[in-house]
């Protein structure tokens, strides 16, 4: 067993073009039975340098969609040029799923990183185009990172939410993720909450 070593962690993660090409396991979700018809969704990992720009336009619009009306009712405002900004990070790592006809409807974007001395998969968004929600792929998209995570022995996956948005909370909190230690304080009245979730690390040199 090697040594745990969450700096070494984080840097051979980085350095994976597809951190998710050597974990075992199905990227390919379909939609449980209940009277409607079953709908099949795949998932692919792309570094934002190697991602269709076509994608990234379609990601800040999906944002956009989701999450601008939370922004406008805090302090923080909606600002498309931040937005656009953080999409197009060069660390960034995109999550894409599609449907059938290979459409996207849905992404998270991560990175690897230490966050106060720990190696975390850090969660930065996760989208879903509002006729693909509710149906259970948000959370086996949240399950693969988890995988992920697991596989290059972080420790934690962790994100952050806009305390108005009650869906995402509430939504979050039903999968198992928790207030992060390094969540603001209430008196400090921040815009958004830190969750985290832990994660088994693999624990075998990578």
Request: hydrophobic letters at 40%; glycine letters at 6%; one cysteine or more.
């Amino acid at each position: 067993m090697a040594q745990y070593n969450p700096q070494r962690n984080v840097e051979t993660a980085s350095r994976a073009k597809n951190p998710l090409e050597s974990i075992h396991g199905a990227f390919t979700y379909e939609t449980p039975p209940g009277g409607v018809e079953s709908k099949a969704y795949s998932l692919y990992c792309r570094c934002k340098k190697d991602l269709d720009a076509k994608i990234l336009k379609w990601a800040f619009k999906l944002a956009e969609l989701n999450v601008a009306p939370f922004y406008r009712r805090l302090s923080v405002g909606w600002k498309p040029k931040v937005k656009q900004s953080d999409l197009n990070k060069s660390w960034a790592r995109y999550l894409v799923a599609l449907d059938s006809n290979n459409i996207p409807v849905g992404y998270a974007m991560f990175r690897f990183d230490m966050d106060y001395g720990q190696g975390v998969l850090y969660c930065y968004e996760l989208q879903l185009d509002p006729s693909v929600q509710r149906q259970g792929l948000g959370k086996f998209m949240m399950s693969t990172l988890e995988k992920c995570a697991s596989f290059w022995n972080m420790e934690k996956v962790i994100l952050t939410v806009l305390i108005n948005n009650d869906g995402a909370r509430t939504f979050f909190r039903a999968i198992g993720y928790t207030l992060d230690h390094t969540t603001p304080d209430v008196l400090e009245r921040a815009d958004y909450e830190i969750l985290s979730k832990s994660v088994p690390p693999r624990l075998i040199k990578i």
